[in-house]
């Protein structure tokens, strides 16, 4: 059964940094396209990064310059650092896998589209205080 069980978020405060992190069981994260999404209450979920099986990252504009998403194929683990945090920022962070990039499509135009992953974590919360 594939599981992704995020850990590293709380609370930090503006301008501080956070490293959130996502194990991944019965899938290789060298061989999906991974991505890290966010959902703040009573706002839609949206994509934060994504990576694909080349090691090409994607960013929302929101977060470019300031968040680097990473994997590390070893420990099968997908990581999200997060710098210069903001209080727009907070919010509820998922993990997800999927290999739709696979087969065609342009995973370089829709690595924020939901339809791209198949597996979800159950998330960890980030709080940035002001």
């Known amino acids: 059964q594939v599981d992704l069980v995020e850990s590293g978020g709380g609370v930090v405060q503006a301008g501080g940094s956070l490293r959130l992190s996502c194990v991944v069981t019965?899938?290789?994260?060298?061989?999906?396209?991974m991505g890290w999404f966010r959902q703040a209450p009573g706002e839609a979920r949206e994509g934060v990064a994504g990576?694909?099986?080349?090691?090409?990252?994607h960013y929302a504009d929101s977060v470019k310059g300031r968040f680097t998403i990473f994997k590390d194929n070893a420990k099968n683990t997908l990581y999200l650092q997060m710098n210069s945090s903001k209080p727009e920022d907070t919010a509820m962070y998922h993990c997800?896998?999927?290999?739709?990039?696979?087969?065609?499509?342009?995973?370089?135009?829709?690595?924020?589209?939901?339809?791209?992953?198949?597996?979800w974590g159950q998330g960890t919360q980030v709080t940035v205080a002001s």
């Open positions: 990576i694909d099986v080349h090691g090409t990252t």
């Open positions: 019965e899938l290789s994260v060298g061989t999906y396209c």
């Open positions: 997800a896998a999927g290999s739709r990039c696979l087969y065609g499509g342009n995973y370089e135009r829709e690595w924020m589209q939901h339809y791209e992953y198949r597996y």
